[in-house]
């Protein structure tokens, strides 16, 4: 947070993540909970799971996302499908 000029729901948290990675935007995968951090993520170029826990989501915000889950037991099964 220190780091950044402009904190969530700016997208620079995530450019900046992914240019310290040295990979391209849309190759991160992010898991939010929150509205700001969604439309953060969402605005970077990121492929965006949300994990809702803090704050209402719109149906908005949540259909410019790639994926939206319940629980975090389902996050654990998109990494490991990845990784196999």
Known sequence: HDDVARPKPDPQPYQMAAAALGVAPENLLVVEDSP??????????????????????????????????????EVREIFDAHRA
């Open 36 to 73: 700001p951090g969604v439309l953060a993520a969402v605005e970077a170029g990121c492929r965006t799971l949300i994990l809702p826990g803090y704050g209402m989501i719109t149906a908005d915000l949540a259909a410019r996302a790639w994926r939206t889950v319940s629980h975090h037991d």
